[in-house]
């Protein structure tokens, strides 16, 4: 069964190796490109206040040619979907569709150890990829994500660590099901693509937040530190106060100024203090009376490997219950 | 040994409301080349997957060569299958079809294999899409051989091959039958392609068992009754009409009879396998248990 599943799996093995091959390549001559100009510019022997140096730094990195960071960044997000599309869905799916099914379960392999060798193989060489390919990335883009402090943030985050290679696992198992489900290779997928995609949006936008308990800080709002007033033109005159997070290194969830009972901020400037006739001390002076709070709720730096874990460990247990659910659907509902 | 390659008791399927095999009750002997006969439909395709452990019976039992239907490695390996339409996987060559068998089969005989792909012809490099649905069936054959297995189960092996191919398939498994005495079914919508190599019958109609034996005993059992145009209820006692045709005039009988037909009123003449088949299987409004022969 092993050499079988190698035989059927050879050629996409030796495409992903070159197209792994070329970008890791890439990786490497971009990331000794940023090596240069981090030693060029002082970055590692800078002492104190390095703002502007790191400043310096990042906008050498803007202007210089980063398309393959770009790529690389973009393809992090693309290869678990591939996976699951063109190794998942097809895995069963080809089978039942060609009716070779009833070729490879009248062997002497019971259909147990036939899909759990494919599930191995295959997904072993889906988590080496993502692991791989992410890997390089993150090595890669070091020095960068030290400068800019956004490796926690969803857009990066994602496509950094151990991560991939959970959302690997989780779209090839997906594309597996489906595509036994589905028992026709095309819609299969389809379907493991619109259903990964979302899968994939929902866990950033609303699940990965809530994996680790963020930092919940409220502090009296100090006057005094930068901030801004909005206050809506019209009728309801409505005032709203903004205060920058000063977190370059977190991922913000909530910053907001809330009242002494917890609300949010928000109600008509009274013009008497706040507005365009009255002078900026003076609504700073007002609001200062009110006893705002400024609440921030987000995830420091330290935060990146407890949710990499969690989110990781996550994405395998639901591969784990999908790939139970294959190997009791195979041989209870399989014809 | 003469416990039965493959014995059913009651065995059904169901799809929905639909019966695709009722009540079907069989005990097949050892050694026997099996034909297995009915109209495309009738469930031939289900009782031989339910047999390989394809598909799993909504009531009644089945044991195949003793034990459950590909209950495991070792009952898997004893049993040979070539699937209706003989599926291969187009895109790989026959001999990696064959070191497929080996890898997947512990008792493999990779002697067989080559002698079988050398004797039809066939280039080993060849893409197994590539080839026609004759060459096709033979290299699903060859596999299911090489794995030697007790029982060969066929499910329509011949029925989209030219004249010349079903020859040469059917020569081929009967060879290899020959060499290794194994049991082998064989299903078909036509008797004609199985008539000399079976000696054991099965007719399959509207999902269940019409009659089964071994062809010896069905072909001395039938008998074709004519004479002057009469009331088939008054047979002998222990004929039972399976056909009956009339004119004006006459009376055409095809009945079953364990005792041999005594009646100077009617002309009788033995039938041919072929005619004891299409009188089975045009039987169909009449709902009558299954019949078994007497051995």
Known sequence: ?335 | MSSPVLQAEGLSKRYGRREALTDCTLAIPPGRVVGLVGPNGAGKTTLLHIAVGLLSPTAGSIEVLGAHPASGPAQLAKVGFVAQDAPTYAGLSIADHLRFGAHTNPGWDQQVADDRISKLGLDPSQKAGKLSGGQRAQLALTIAIAKRPELLILDEPVASLDPLARREFLQGLMAYIAEHEASVILASHLISDLERVCDYLIVLVASRVRVAGEVEDLLASHYRLTGARRDPADLPPGAEVIEESHTDRQSTLIVHSTTPIDDASFTVEQITLEDLVLAYMSQVTDPLPALETTR
């Not at chain 1, 200062?288 to 407890?306: C, D, K, Q, T, V």
């Open chain 1, 1 to 335: 069964m092993i050499w079988f599943t190698w035989r059927q799996f050879r050629t996409q093995t030796w495409i992903t190796i070159g197209a792994l091959a070329t970008i890791g390549v890439l990786l490497v001559i971009f990331a000794w490109n940023i090596e240069d100009m981090y030693t060029a510019l002082n970055v590692a022997a800078c002492q104190g206040d390095c703002t502007a140096v790191i400043d310096n730094f990042l906008s050498q990195f803007q202007a210089s040619n980063h398309t393959i960071y770009d790529l690389a960044q973009m393809m992090v997000y693309a290869v678990p979907a591939l996976i699951g599309v063109f190794w998942g869905a097809p895995l069963i799916a080809r089978e039942l569709e060609a009716g070779t099914h009833r070729l490879v379960w009248n062997q002497s392999v019971t259909r147990t150890r036939w899909l759990a060798t494919k599930l191995v193989i295959v997904g072993g060489a889906a988590a080496v990829s993502a692991g791989l390919l992410s890997w390089a990335v993150t090595t890669s883009s070091n020095r960068i994500d030290d400068a800019t402090g956004d490796r926690i943030t969803p857009l990066f985050y994602g496509a950094r660590g151990i991560v991939p290679i959970g959302y690997a696992i989780f779209a090839f198992t997906l594309g597996v099901t489906l595509g036994m489900l589905i028992r026709r290779t095309v819609p299969a997928m389809a379907a493991t693509l619109a259903i990964y995609s979302f899968a994939a949006y929902s866990m950033q936008e609303w699940v990965r937040e809530h994996l680790v308990s963020a930092s919940h800080v409220i502090n009296p709002l100090d006057i005094s530190s930068p901030h801004t007033v909005t206050i809506s033109v019209g009728e309801a005159n409505e005032m709203t106060v903004g205060v920058p997070d000063n977190l370059p290194d977190a991922w913000v969830l909530s910053n907001q100024t809330i009242t002494d009972t917890g609300q949010v901020f928000s109600m008509p400037a009274d013009s008497q203090y706040c507005g365009l006739a009255a002078s900026a001390q003076a609504c700073d002076e007002w609001l200062g009376s009110l006893g705002l709070r400024h609440e921030l709720i987000y995830h420091p730096a330290n935060h990146f490997w407890p949710l990499q874990w969690a989110e990781t460990g996550m994405l395998l247990a639901i591969a784990a219950l999908l790939a139970a659910f294959c190997f009791w659907w195979t041989r209870r509902h399989l014809t």
